[in-house]
Protein backbone atom coordinates (compact mmCIF):
# COMPACT_ATOMS: atom_id res chain seq x y z
CA UNK A 1 0.00 0.00 0.00
CA UNK A 2 1.34 3.16 -1.02
CA UNK A 3 0.41 6.43 0.45
CA UNK A 4 0.69 10.27 -1.00
CA UNK A 5 3.68 11.91 0.10
CA UNK A 6 3.71 14.31 2.88
CA UNK A 7 6.13 17.86 3.63
CA UNK A 8 6.84 14.93 6.62
CA UNK A 9 8.41 12.59 4.37
CA UNK A 10 10.24 15.46 2.57
CA UNK A 11 11.77 16.97 5.42
CA UNK A 12 12.74 13.35 6.71
CA UNK A 13 14.88 12.73 3.29
CA UNK A 14 16.35 15.94 3.34
CA UNK A 15 17.77 15.34 6.78
CA UNK A 16 19.10 12.13 5.65
CA UNK A 17 20.96 13.60 3.22
CA UNK A 18 22.45 16.52 5.40
CA UNK A 19 23.40 13.54 7.61
CA UNK A 20 25.12 11.56 4.97
CA UNK A 21 27.01 15.02 4.62
CA UNK A 22 27.49 15.60 8.01
CA UNK A 23 29.25 11.95 8.26
CA UNK A 24 31.89 12.70 5.11
CA UNK A 25 32.66 16.05 7.01
CA UNK A 26 33.33 14.23 9.98
CA UNK A 27 35.12 11.25 8.77
CA UNK A 28 37.09 14.30 6.94
CA UNK A 29 37.89 16.24 9.87
CA UNK A 30 38.88 13.62 11.87
CA UNK A 31 41.93 12.95 9.47
CA UNK A 32 43.77 15.74 10.84
CA UNK A 33 44.83 16.30 13.99
CA UNK A 34 43.84 20.07 14.12
CA UNK A 35 40.20 19.78 13.50
CA UNK A 36 40.12 15.76 14.34
CA UNK A 37 37.83 16.99 17.35
CA UNK A 38 35.51 18.75 15.49
CA UNK A 39 35.10 16.45 12.99
CA UNK A 40 33.89 13.22 15.83
CA UNK A 41 31.34 16.41 16.31
CA UNK A 42 30.17 16.88 12.90
CA UNK A 43 29.66 12.92 12.91
CA UNK A 44 27.89 12.64 16.03
CA UNK A 45 25.46 15.68 15.11
CA UNK A 46 24.96 13.59 11.53
CA UNK A 47 23.44 11.04 13.67
CA UNK A 48 21.48 12.81 16.42
CA UNK A 49 19.65 14.46 13.83
CA UNK A 50 18.66 10.97 11.87
CA UNK A 51 17.55 9.82 15.12
CA UNK A 52 15.56 12.49 16.24
CA UNK A 53 14.02 13.14 12.42
CA UNK A 54 13.21 9.49 12.01
CA UNK A 55 11.61 9.27 15.76
CA UNK A 56 9.55 12.24 14.87
CA UNK A 57 8.66 11.89 11.10
CA UNK A 58 9.14 8.28 10.16
CA UNK A 59 6.07 6.48 8.25
CA UNK A 60 5.61 2.98 7.46
CA UNK A 61 4.34 1.53 4.21
CA UNK A 62 0.85 2.35 5.99
CA UNK A 63 1.59 5.75 6.27
CA UNK A 64 1.21 5.36 10.10
CA UNK A 65 3.72 7.13 12.43
CA UNK A 66 5.28 5.79 15.38
CA UNK A 67 2.93 6.07 17.82
CA UNK A 68 3.38 7.16 22.15
CA UNK A 69 3.49 3.59 23.60
CA UNK A 70 6.40 2.79 21.07
CA UNK A 71 8.25 6.41 21.76
CA UNK A 72 8.17 5.35 24.79
CA UNK A 73 9.79 2.01 24.69
CA UNK A 74 12.63 3.57 22.20
CA UNK A 75 13.50 6.27 24.48
CA UNK A 76 13.91 3.66 27.01
CA UNK A 77 16.20 1.70 25.43
CA UNK A 78 18.30 4.72 23.75
CA UNK A 79 18.40 6.34 27.67
CA UNK A 80 19.49 2.75 28.74
CA UNK A 81 21.98 2.08 26.08
CA UNK A 82 22.97 6.04 26.21
CA UNK A 83 24.09 5.93 29.88
CA UNK A 84 25.80 3.11 29.79
CA UNK A 85 27.57 3.58 26.71
CA UNK A 86 28.93 6.96 28.09
CA UNK A 87 29.68 5.54 31.46
CA UNK A 88 31.56 2.93 30.46
CA UNK A 89 33.58 5.32 27.35
CA UNK A 90 34.24 8.17 30.11
CA UNK A 91 35.11 5.56 33.16
CA UNK A 92 37.45 3.30 30.89
CA UNK A 93 41.61 3.21 31.50
CA UNK A 94 43.26 4.94 28.39
CA UNK A 95 45.30 1.19 28.05
CA UNK A 96 41.98 -0.23 27.56
CA UNK A 97 40.93 1.47 24.70
CA UNK A 98 41.40 -1.22 21.76
CA UNK A 99 39.25 -3.78 24.11
CA UNK A 100 36.70 -0.87 24.48
CA UNK A 101 36.42 -0.25 20.46
CA UNK A 102 36.31 -4.14 19.96
CA UNK A 103 33.12 -4.23 22.60
CA UNK A 104 31.43 -1.11 20.71
CA UNK A 105 32.13 -2.86 17.17
CA UNK A 106 30.37 -6.09 18.49
CA UNK A 107 27.71 -4.72 19.66
CA UNK A 108 27.25 -2.61 16.52
CA UNK A 109 27.45 -5.90 14.53
CA UNK A 110 25.07 -7.78 17.02
CA UNK A 111 22.45 -5.31 16.21
CA UNK A 112 22.89 -5.23 12.41
CA UNK A 113 22.67 -9.28 12.82
CA UNK A 114 19.38 -8.30 14.87
CA UNK A 115 17.87 -6.56 12.61
CA UNK A 116 18.21 -8.78 9.95
CA UNK A 117 17.14 -11.33 11.52
CA UNK A 118 13.49 -9.60 12.29
CA UNK A 119 13.21 -8.49 8.88
CA UNK A 120 13.72 -11.61 7.16
CA UNK A 121 10.64 -12.71 8.99
CA UNK A 122 8.56 -9.83 8.02
CA UNK A 123 6.62 -10.44 4.85
CA UNK A 124 6.33 -6.79 3.52
CA UNK A 125 10.73 -7.42 3.10
CA UNK A 126 11.52 -7.79 -0.52
CA UNK A 127 14.68 -8.26 -0.64
CA UNK A 128 15.91 -11.48 0.85
CA UNK A 129 19.27 -10.98 -0.53
CA UNK A 130 20.69 -8.35 1.16
CA UNK A 131 19.03 -9.22 4.57
CA UNK A 132 20.57 -12.51 4.41
CA UNK A 133 23.94 -10.66 3.53
CA UNK A 134 23.46 -7.90 6.70
CA UNK A 135 22.70 -11.12 9.18
CA UNK A 136 25.59 -13.04 7.80
CA UNK A 137 28.21 -10.00 7.68
CA UNK A 138 27.03 -8.67 11.67
CA UNK A 139 26.73 -11.80 12.96
CA UNK A 140 30.68 -12.53 11.99
CA UNK A 141 31.33 -8.86 13.22
CA UNK A 142 29.79 -9.37 16.68
CA UNK A 143 31.42 -13.07 17.10
CA UNK A 144 35.12 -11.77 15.69
CA UNK A 145 35.02 -8.91 17.47
CA UNK A 146 33.96 -10.21 20.79
CA UNK A 147 37.35 -12.82 20.21
CA UNK A 148 39.59 -9.79 19.16
CA UNK A 149 38.39 -8.44 22.57
CA UNK A 150 39.62 -11.21 24.38
CA UNK A 151 42.51 -11.50 22.60
CA UNK A 152 43.44 -8.03 23.72
CA UNK A 153 42.75 -8.27 26.77
CA UNK A 154 44.68 -11.58 27.43
CA UNK A 155 41.71 -14.06 28.04
CA UNK A 156 41.93 -15.88 24.77
CA UNK A 157 45.29 -17.34 23.46
CA UNK A 158 46.34 -18.29 19.83
CA UNK A 159 45.44 -20.94 18.65
CA UNK A 160 46.91 -21.93 14.98
CA UNK A 161 46.94 -24.79 12.71
CA UNK A 162 47.55 -25.40 9.42
CA UNK A 163 44.07 -27.19 9.23
CA UNK A 164 42.23 -24.52 10.83
CA UNK A 165 42.45 -22.60 7.30
CA UNK A 166 41.01 -25.61 5.37
CA UNK A 167 38.23 -25.76 8.24
CA UNK A 168 37.33 -21.71 7.67
CA UNK A 169 37.73 -22.13 4.03
CA UNK A 170 35.02 -24.90 4.50
CA UNK A 171 32.61 -22.69 6.80
CA UNK A 172 32.39 -20.15 4.28
CA UNK A 173 31.69 -22.92 2.01
CA UNK A 174 28.63 -23.90 4.33
CA UNK A 175 27.52 -20.07 4.65
CA UNK A 176 27.48 -19.40 0.79
CA UNK A 177 25.52 -22.99 0.21
CA UNK A 178 23.29 -21.76 2.55
CA UNK A 179 22.42 -17.91 1.34
CA UNK A 180 22.17 -19.52 -2.42
CA UNK A 181 19.10 -22.60 -0.64
CA UNK A 182 17.19 -20.08 1.43
CA UNK A 183 17.69 -17.47 -1.62
CA UNK A 184 16.58 -19.45 -4.60
CA UNK A 185 14.59 -22.88 -3.45
CA UNK A 186 11.20 -22.96 -3.32
CA UNK A 187 10.73 -24.62 0.13
CA UNK A 188 8.10 -23.48 2.84
CA UNK A 189 8.96 -20.15 4.63
CA UNK A 190 8.90 -22.34 7.92
CA UNK A 191 11.86 -24.36 7.00
CA UNK A 192 13.33 -21.25 5.18
CA UNK A 193 12.99 -19.81 8.95
CA UNK A 194 14.92 -22.89 10.70
CA UNK A 195 17.57 -22.47 8.04
CA UNK A 196 17.90 -18.96 8.57
CA UNK A 197 18.81 -19.61 12.52
CA UNK A 198 20.81 -22.18 10.94
CA UNK A 199 22.88 -19.44 9.02
CA UNK A 200 22.86 -17.41 11.91
CA UNK A 201 24.89 -20.24 14.12
CA UNK A 202 27.34 -20.74 11.31
CA UNK A 203 28.32 -17.34 11.05
CA UNK A 204 28.72 -16.82 14.19
CA UNK A 205 31.41 -19.68 14.65
CA UNK A 206 32.61 -18.42 11.24
CA UNK A 207 33.81 -15.18 12.92
CA UNK A 208 35.41 -17.16 15.91
CA UNK A 209 37.30 -19.47 13.65
CA UNK A 210 38.17 -16.78 11.65
CA UNK A 211 39.93 -14.45 14.32
CA UNK A 212 40.94 -17.08 16.68
CA UNK A 213 44.01 -18.26 14.53
CA UNK A 214 45.03 -14.93 14.14
CA UNK A 215 48.01 -13.65 15.97
CA UNK A 216 47.36 -11.11 18.76
CA UNK A 217 49.73 -8.44 17.30
CA UNK A 218 47.66 -8.18 14.35
CA UNK A 219 44.56 -7.61 16.50
CA UNK A 220 44.52 -3.61 15.36
CA UNK A 221 44.48 -5.05 11.58
CA UNK A 222 41.42 -7.26 12.57
CA UNK A 223 39.54 -5.09 14.38
CA UNK A 224 39.68 -2.40 11.50
CA UNK A 225 38.39 -4.65 8.72
CA UNK A 226 35.56 -5.99 11.23
CA UNK A 227 34.94 -2.66 11.76
CA UNK A 228 34.60 -2.42 8.02
CA UNK A 229 32.06 -5.64 8.31
CA UNK A 230 29.88 -3.64 10.64
CA UNK A 231 29.52 -0.78 8.12
CA UNK A 232 28.48 -2.67 5.45
CA UNK A 233 25.74 -5.05 7.62
CA UNK A 234 24.42 -1.30 8.22
CA UNK A 235 24.32 -0.71 4.80
CA UNK A 236 22.70 -3.98 4.15
CA UNK A 237 20.51 -3.13 6.36
CA UNK A 238 19.58 0.19 5.16
CA UNK A 239 18.67 -1.10 1.51
CA UNK A 240 15.62 -3.49 3.50
CA UNK A 241 14.20 0.21 4.57
CA UNK A 242 15.24 1.99 1.22
CA UNK A 243 16.90 4.41 4.21
CA UNK A 244 19.88 6.61 2.31
CA UNK A 245 21.12 7.59 6.35
CA UNK A 246 21.80 4.05 6.90
CA UNK A 247 23.24 2.56 3.26
CA UNK A 248 25.72 5.77 2.77
CA UNK A 249 26.41 6.22 6.24
CA UNK A 250 27.32 2.00 6.29
CA UNK A 251 29.15 2.40 2.89
CA UNK A 252 31.04 4.75 3.72
CA UNK A 253 32.05 3.65 7.23
CA UNK A 254 32.92 0.17 5.01
CA UNK A 255 35.08 1.67 2.82
CA UNK A 256 37.14 3.79 4.87
CA UNK A 257 37.50 1.03 7.68
CA UNK A 258 38.78 -1.68 4.79
CA UNK A 259 41.31 1.67 3.55
CA UNK A 260 42.42 2.18 7.07
CA UNK A 261 42.69 -1.66 7.36
CA UNK A 262 45.14 -1.70 4.11
CA UNK A 263 47.17 1.07 5.17
CA UNK A 264 47.80 -0.84 8.82
CA UNK A 265 48.44 -3.86 6.94
CA UNK A 266 51.30 -1.39 4.57
CA UNK A 267 53.00 -0.07 7.50
CA UNK A 268 53.51 -3.97 8.35
CA UNK A 269 54.88 -4.93 4.68
CA UNK A 270 52.24 -7.71 5.02
CA UNK A 271 49.40 -8.06 2.76
CA UNK A 272 46.01 -8.90 4.10
CA UNK A 273 45.67 -12.11 3.03
CA UNK A 274 48.98 -12.75 4.42
CA UNK A 275 47.27 -11.29 7.70
CA UNK A 276 44.51 -13.45 7.95
CA UNK A 277 45.72 -17.11 6.54
CA UNK A 278 49.85 -16.65 7.52
CA UNK A 279 50.88 -18.28 10.11
CA UNK A 280 52.15 -15.83 13.07
CA UNK A 281 53.76 -16.26 16.44
CA UNK A 282 55.50 -19.37 17.46
CA UNK A 283 57.33 -22.00 15.84
CA UNK A 284 59.47 -20.16 13.20
CA UNK A 285 62.66 -21.12 15.19
CA UNK A 286 64.92 -19.04 12.10
CA UNK A 287 68.58 -19.45 12.27
CA UNK A 288 70.86 -20.01 15.07
CA UNK A 289 72.72 -17.25 15.25
CA UNK A 290 75.57 -16.56 17.92
CA UNK A 291 74.19 -14.90 20.87
CA UNK A 292 75.70 -12.48 22.45
CA UNK A 293 75.62 -12.40 26.38
CA UNK A 294 72.39 -10.07 27.91
CA UNK A 295 74.18 -7.13 29.83
CA UNK A 296 72.40 -5.24 32.74
CA UNK A 297 72.91 -1.80 33.22
CA UNK A 298 71.95 -0.40 37.30
CA UNK A 299 68.79 2.61 37.01
CA UNK A 300 72.48 4.74 38.67
CA UNK A 301 74.60 4.35 35.31
CA UNK A 302 71.29 4.58 33.40
CA UNK A 303 70.71 7.67 34.95
CA UNK A 304 73.94 9.02 34.33
CA UNK A 305 74.00 8.08 30.35
CA UNK A 306 70.81 9.87 29.64
CA UNK A 307 71.87 12.99 31.88
CA UNK A 308 74.72 13.38 30.25
CA UNK A 309 73.47 12.67 26.39
CA UNK A 310 72.42 15.06 23.78
CA UNK A 311 69.82 13.24 22.09
CA UNK A 312 67.78 10.90 23.42
CA UNK A 313 64.86 8.81 21.57
CA UNK A 314 61.97 6.46 23.72
CA UNK A 315 60.61 3.80 21.76
CA UNK A 316 57.51 3.18 23.43
CA UNK A 317 55.64 -0.33 23.20
CA UNK A 318 52.61 -2.25 25.28
CA UNK A 319 54.60 -2.82 28.15
CA UNK A 320 54.53 1.11 28.65
CA UNK A 321 50.40 0.38 28.01
CA UNK A 322 50.32 -2.09 30.61
CA UNK A 323 52.85 -0.64 33.41
CA UNK A 324 50.67 2.60 32.82
CA UNK A 325 53.81 4.33 32.86
CA UNK A 326 52.93 7.15 30.61
CA UNK A 327 53.05 9.69 33.02
CA UNK A 328 56.06 9.01 34.71
CA UNK A 329 58.00 8.41 31.00
CA UNK A 330 56.81 12.18 30.78
CA UNK A 331 58.42 12.78 33.87
CA UNK A 332 61.34 12.10 33.39
CA UNK A 333 61.22 13.26 29.76
CA UNK A 334 60.75 16.81 31.24
CA UNK A 335 63.60 16.29 33.68
CA UNK A 336 66.02 15.37 30.73
CA UNK A 337 65.00 18.31 29.02
CA UNK A 338 65.39 20.79 31.79
CA UNK A 339 69.15 19.33 31.98
CA UNK A 340 69.33 19.86 27.80
CA UNK A 341 68.90 16.75 26.44
CA UNK A 342 66.81 16.52 23.45
CA UNK A 343 64.01 14.16 23.92
CA UNK A 344 61.94 12.60 20.91
CA UNK A 345 59.91 9.65 20.91
CA UNK A 346 59.64 6.95 17.75
CA UNK A 347 56.31 6.03 17.42
CA UNK A 348 55.96 2.61 15.17
CA UNK A 349 53.11 2.11 13.44
CA UNK A 350 51.87 -0.79 14.70
CA UNK A 351 53.15 -0.11 18.11
CA UNK A 352 50.63 -1.30 21.04
CA UNK A 353 47.69 -3.32 20.25
CA UNK A 354 46.00 -0.59 17.79
CA UNK A 355 47.89 1.96 15.57
CA UNK A 356 48.27 5.02 16.87
CA UNK A 357 47.76 3.69 20.59
CA UNK A 358 51.15 5.07 22.03
CA UNK A 359 50.38 8.51 20.31
CA UNK A 360 46.87 8.14 22.43
CA UNK A 361 48.93 7.35 25.54
CA UNK A 362 51.27 10.12 25.83
CA UNK A 363 49.15 12.85 24.61
CA UNK A 364 47.06 11.62 27.73
CA UNK A 365 50.59 12.41 29.62
CA UNK A 366 50.69 15.45 28.11
CA UNK A 367 53.74 15.04 25.79
CA UNK A 368 53.70 17.48 23.01
CA UNK A 369 52.56 16.18 19.40
CA UNK A 370 55.99 17.64 17.91
CA UNK A 371 57.64 15.34 19.70
CA UNK A 372 55.92 12.01 18.95
CA UNK A 373 58.16 11.10 15.54
CA UNK A 374 57.11 8.64 12.96
CA UNK A 375 59.49 5.54 12.24
CA UNK A 376 60.54 6.71 8.95
CA UNK A 377 61.27 10.21 9.70
CA UNK A 378 63.91 9.23 12.86
CA UNK A 379 65.35 6.26 11.11
CA UNK A 380 68.00 8.14 9.56
CA UNK A 381 68.41 10.01 12.81
CA UNK A 382 69.42 6.79 14.60
CA UNK A 383 73.22 6.68 14.17
CA UNK A 384 73.60 10.29 15.70
CA UNK A 385 71.40 9.35 18.27
CA UNK A 386 73.15 8.69 21.86
CA UNK A 387 70.80 6.52 23.71
CA UNK A 388 67.52 4.75 22.94
CA UNK A 389 65.41 3.40 26.01
CA UNK A 390 62.69 1.19 24.02
CA UNK A 391 60.15 0.90 27.04
CA UNK A 392 57.96 -2.48 26.72
CA UNK A 393 58.51 -2.68 22.83
CA UNK A 394 60.21 -5.57 21.08
CA UNK A 395 58.94 -6.59 17.51
CA UNK A 396 59.18 -3.32 16.02
CA UNK A 397 62.66 -2.80 17.06
CA UNK A 398 63.89 -6.42 16.40
CA UNK A 399 66.43 -6.27 13.53
CA UNK A 400 65.70 -9.93 12.17
CA UNK A 401 63.05 -8.21 10.76
CA UNK A 402 65.71 -6.70 8.28
CA UNK A 403 68.30 -9.68 8.12
CA UNK A 404 66.63 -12.77 9.00
CA UNK A 405 64.80 -14.19 5.97
CA UNK A 406 63.32 -17.43 7.92
CA UNK A 407 62.13 -14.98 10.83
CA UNK A 408 58.39 -14.27 10.57
CA UNK A 409 58.73 -11.00 11.21
CA UNK A 410 61.17 -10.69 8.20
CA UNK A 411 60.26 -7.52 5.87
CA UNK A 412 58.13 -5.59 8.67
CA UNK A 413 59.66 -2.42 8.73
CA UNK A 414 61.49 -1.52 12.28
CA UNK A 415 62.66 1.43 14.48
CA UNK A 416 66.02 1.10 14.17
CA UNK A 417 67.61 1.04 17.26
CA UNK A 418 70.21 -1.08 16.84
CA UNK A 419 72.11 1.78 14.62
CA UNK A 420 72.24 4.11 18.01
CA UNK A 421 75.37 4.38 20.41
CA UNK A 422 73.54 2.95 23.42
CA UNK A 423 70.08 1.38 23.69
CA UNK A 424 68.84 0.80 27.34
CA UNK A 425 65.85 -1.85 26.89
CA UNK A 426 63.33 -1.45 29.78
CA UNK A 427 61.81 -5.11 30.12
CA UNK A 428 59.81 -7.08 33.03
CA UNK A 429 61.91 -10.21 31.76
CA UNK A 430 63.79 -12.37 29.20
CA UNK A 431 60.64 -13.55 27.55
CA UNK A 432 59.73 -13.60 23.95
CA UNK A 433 57.24 -10.56 22.65
CA UNK A 434 54.14 -10.74 21.57
CA UNK A 435 55.12 -12.22 18.59
CA UNK A 436 57.13 -14.91 19.90
CA UNK A 437 60.17 -14.25 18.53
CA UNK A 438 63.76 -14.05 19.92
CA UNK A 439 65.18 -10.89 19.57
CA UNK A 440 68.92 -10.03 18.80
CA UNK A 441 68.86 -7.06 19.63
CA UNK A 442 69.15 -7.76 23.36
CA UNK A 443 72.01 -9.67 22.92
CA UNK A 444 74.24 -6.76 21.12
CA UNK A 445 77.01 -5.06 22.58
CA UNK A 446 75.42 -1.59 22.34
CA UNK A 447 72.52 -2.48 24.57
CA UNK A 448 71.96 -2.44 28.45
CA UNK A 449 69.16 -4.33 29.85
CA UNK A 450 67.30 -3.20 32.70
CA UNK A 451 64.68 -5.48 33.85
CA UNK A 452 61.25 -4.99 36.07
CA UNK A 453 58.34 -3.38 35.61
CA UNK A 454 58.22 0.05 33.09
CA UNK A 455 56.43 1.88 35.97
CA UNK A 456 58.91 1.16 38.72
CA UNK A 457 62.19 1.36 36.71
CA UNK A 458 61.05 4.38 35.55
CA UNK A 459 60.34 6.23 38.86
CA UNK A 460 63.83 4.94 40.24
CA UNK A 461 65.17 6.67 37.22
CA UNK A 462 63.07 9.75 37.87
CA UNK A 463 64.86 9.95 41.38
CA UNK A 464 68.41 9.27 40.02
CA UNK A 465 68.22 11.92 37.32
CA UNK A 466 66.91 14.25 40.40
CA UNK A 467 69.48 13.30 42.33
CA UNK A 468 72.51 14.12 40.26
CA UNK B 1 20.98 -15.16 -10.80
CA UNK B 2 17.70 -13.42 -12.60
CA UNK B 3 16.87 -12.22 -8.62
CA UNK B 4 19.86 -10.66 -8.60
CA UNK B 5 19.55 -8.71 -11.78
CA UNK B 6 16.18 -7.91 -10.90
CA UNK B 7 17.95 -6.55 -7.55
CA UNK B 8 20.29 -4.33 -9.14
CA UNK B 9 17.42 -2.93 -11.30
CA UNK B 10 15.54 -2.06 -9.24
CA UNK B 11 18.06 -0.51 -7.01
CA UNK B 12 20.13 1.43 -9.78
CA UNK B 13 19.93 4.56 -8.00
CA UNK B 14 21.73 3.63 -5.02
CA UNK B 15 23.72 1.18 -6.45
CA UNK B 16 25.40 3.66 -8.58
CA UNK B 17 25.44 6.63 -5.45
CA UNK B 18 27.05 3.21 -3.54
CA UNK B 19 30.11 2.71 -6.26
CA UNK B 20 30.54 6.48 -5.63
CA UNK B 21 30.69 6.46 -1.94
CA UNK B 22 33.20 3.64 -1.75
CA UNK B 23 35.30 5.82 -3.75
CA UNK B 24 34.51 9.18 -1.36
CA UNK B 25 35.43 6.86 1.92
CA UNK B 26 38.56 5.97 0.19
CA UNK B 27 39.90 9.19 -0.75
CA UNK B 28 39.16 10.89 2.66
CA UNK B 29 40.99 8.19 4.61
CA UNK B 30 43.79 7.78 1.81
CA UNK B 31 45.87 10.44 3.93
CA UNK B 32 45.60 10.19 7.33
CA UNK B 33 48.79 10.22 9.89
CA UNK B 34 48.93 6.93 11.96
CA UNK B 35 48.52 9.05 15.14
CA UNK B 36 45.12 9.56 14.19
CA UNK B 37 44.53 6.00 13.38
CA UNK B 38 43.32 5.06 16.68
CA UNK B 39 40.37 7.98 16.99
CA UNK B 40 39.50 7.77 13.24
CA UNK B 41 38.68 3.78 13.94
CA UNK B 42 36.94 4.92 16.88
CA UNK B 43 34.96 7.22 15.01
CA UNK B 44 34.33 5.21 12.31
CA UNK B 45 33.03 2.73 14.28
CA UNK B 46 30.45 4.82 15.88
CA UNK B 47 29.40 5.80 12.71
CA UNK B 48 28.50 2.30 11.51
CA UNK B 49 26.08 2.00 14.70
CA UNK B 50 24.05 3.83 11.99
CA UNK B 51 21.98 0.75 12.69
CA UNK B 52 20.61 2.31 14.94
CA UNK B 53 17.98 4.15 13.11
CA UNK B 54 16.81 0.67 11.75
CA UNK B 55 16.49 -0.47 15.21
CA UNK B 56 14.17 2.81 15.68
CA UNK B 57 11.72 2.13 12.92
CA UNK B 58 11.35 -1.80 13.84
CA UNK B 59 10.88 -0.87 17.16
CA UNK B 60 8.53 2.16 16.17
CA UNK B 61 5.83 0.50 14.11
CA UNK B 62 5.62 -2.82 16.09
CA UNK B 63 2.22 -3.73 16.72
CA UNK B 64 1.86 -3.32 20.63
CA UNK B 65 -1.60 -4.61 20.90
CA UNK B 66 -1.37 -8.09 19.28
CA UNK B 67 1.82 -8.80 20.62
CA UNK B 68 1.17 -12.94 21.41
CA UNK B 69 0.02 -13.03 18.00
CA UNK B 70 2.82 -15.67 15.58
CA UNK B 71 6.23 -13.80 16.52
CA UNK B 72 5.30 -10.51 17.48
CA UNK B 73 6.57 -10.54 21.25
CA UNK B 74 9.97 -12.22 20.22
CA UNK B 75 10.49 -9.84 17.53
CA UNK B 76 9.67 -6.36 19.70
CA UNK B 77 12.42 -8.09 22.36
CA UNK B 78 15.23 -9.07 20.05
CA UNK B 79 14.35 -5.16 18.32
CA UNK B 80 14.57 -4.16 21.39
CA UNK B 81 17.90 -5.59 21.98
CA UNK B 82 18.80 -3.94 18.50
CA UNK B 83 18.37 -0.57 19.31
CA UNK B 84 19.94 -1.07 22.67
CA UNK B 85 23.31 -2.55 20.94
CA UNK B 86 23.04 0.38 18.72
CA UNK B 87 22.79 3.35 21.17
CA UNK B 88 25.47 1.51 23.21
CA UNK B 89 27.66 1.67 19.61
CA UNK B 90 26.78 5.04 18.43
CA UNK B 91 26.97 6.96 21.81
CA UNK B 92 29.81 5.12 23.33
CA UNK B 93 31.74 5.54 20.49
CA UNK B 94 31.38 8.92 19.97
CA UNK B 95 32.12 10.19 23.69
CA UNK B 96 35.33 7.31 23.58
CA UNK B 97 36.59 9.28 20.34
CA UNK B 98 36.05 12.18 22.09
CA UNK B 99 37.72 11.41 24.69
CA UNK B 100 41.05 10.00 23.13
CA UNK B 101 40.93 13.15 20.84
CA UNK B 102 40.75 16.06 23.96
CA UNK B 103 44.06 14.93 25.03
CA UNK B 104 45.43 15.61 21.93
CA UNK B 105 43.79 19.10 22.31
CA UNK B 106 45.18 19.63 25.99
CA UNK B 107 48.73 19.38 24.89
CA UNK B 108 48.83 21.65 22.30
CA UNK B 109 48.73 25.14 24.81
Same mark, same amino acid.
Given at each position: ???????????????? !???????????? !???????????????????? @???????????????????????????????????????????????????? #???????????????????????????????? @????????????????????????????????????????????? @??????????????????????????????????????????? #?????????????????????????????????????????????????????????????????????????????????????????????? #??????????????????????????????????????????????????????????????????????????????????????? @??????????????????????????????????????????????????????????????????? | ?????????????????????????????????????????????????????????????????????????????????????????????????????????????
Amino acid at each position: MTTAITNGDIILEFSY !LLSAIFFVVGLK !LLSNPETARRGNLWAASGML @LAMITTIVLHRNADGESIRVANLVIILGAIVLGGIFGALVARRIKMTAMPQL #VSIFNASGGAASALVALIEFSNPENESALVTL @LGLVIGSIAFSGSMIAYGKLDGRIKDLFSRWLTYVNLLILAGILF @LLVLVLVSGMPFETKQTLVYVLLAVSLVYGVSFVMPIGGADMP #VVISLLNSFTGIAAAMAGFIYQNQAMILGGIFVGAAGMILTLLMCKAMNRSLINVIIGAFGGGGAGVDREKGIVKEISVTDAAVMLNYSSRVVI #VPGYGLAVAQAQHICSEMDQLLEANGVEVKYAIHPVAGRMPGHMNVLLAEADVPYEKLVEMDEINPDMPKTDVVVVIGANDVVNPAA @LDDPSSPIYGMPIIKVHEAKNVIVMKRGMGKGYAAIENYLFYADNTRMLFGNAKDSLQKLVTEIKAL | MEGILQFFFSNKETIFIIALTIFLGLEVISNVPSVLHTPLMSGANAISGVIIIGGIILVGHADLANLSEGSHLLNLVLGIFALLFGTLNVIGGFVVTDRMLEMFKKKKK
